[in-house]
């Protein structure tokens, strides 16, 4: 079956710009998390959803970052006024939820520059 | 809070020779340990993970871990590498936390390249 996709793969903006990144989870994960990889690091988390709610957007840096998944299934996360600083893949994993262990499965991420 | 190190932040090695890459984490509760690979310009891919039991795991690509809870240690090995295994390789834990979720917590990455 199809796995997690992310558009674009590439981003390129300027500085004071705002910009969308878009997450589609694997068909029935009721879990999707976002996660920003700057270069040379591992990923660090962002936001996780749980259905439609945010349950977790702890690692979001500021409030110029705002993620919604209004159906429950999509995602985007959004970034106002990007700065240089921002310029990292922007990764998603979905999974399903339950109160065992379960998998997060991951896209393919977002590649965006700041320039 | 949990973290992650990973001290080697890039490995050669010679094909068909064998690998360790070590990870060592910090947690005040009981954690999930994984490690997973990225190969470039892809996402991550998990290799394999240790939820409970058996302290020896093994995963896809003949890659095995061995939890080491007094050492607090999830290194992984391989006894022979090949070249399609050059790739970035992160170790990560995750908690249950009381959100309902389990984010994970990644180290730095080891970049493991494999030199015909």
């Known amino acids: 079956g199809a796995g997690v996709s992310q558009t674009p793969s590439n981003k390129v903006t300027e500085k004071g710009k705002y910009v969308e990144l878009r997450c589609d989870p694997i068909s029935g994960h009721t879990a999707l998390y976002w996660y920003r990889q700057s270069l040379g690091q591992g990923p660090e988390f962002l936001i996780y959803f749980q259905g439609t709610g945010a349950a977790d957007d702890s690692g979001l840096p500021n409030d110029r970052f705002f993620a919604v998944r209004p159906e429950g299934s999509v995602s985007t996360l959004k970034i106002q006024r990007t700065e240089r600083g921002d310029s990292a893949m922007y990764l998603c994993?979905?999974?399903?939820?339950?109160?065992?262990?379960?998998?997060?499965?991951f896209g393919p991420g977002t590649r965006l520059t700041v320039l | 809070a949990q973290s992650v190190t990973q001290l080697d932040s890039q490995v050669p090695v010679f094909e068909e020779a064998p690998v360790e890459l070590r990870c060592n984490y910090s947690s005040s509760v009981s954690v999930y340990l994984f490690w997973y690979v990225q190969y470039p310009n892809q996402g991550l891919q998990l290799l394999l993970k240790?939820?409970?039991?058996?302290?020896l795991v093994k995963g896809i690509n003949g890659f095995e871990a061995e939890f080491n809870k007094s050492q607090t240690s999830f290194h992984l090995r391989k006894p022979s590498v090949h070249i399609s295994d050059t790739a970035e390789y992160f170790c990560?834990?995750?908690?249950?936390?009381?959100?309902?979720?389990?984010?994970?917590?990644f180290g730095t990455g080891t970049r493991l390249t494999i030199i015909p």
């Open positions: 990560a834990v995750s908690v249950w936390s009381n959100f309902g979720n389990e984010k994970l917590t």
């Open positions: 240790y939820l409970s039991g058996s302290t």
């Open positions: 994993a979905s999974s399903q939820w339950g109160t065992q262990y379960n998998e997060q499965f």
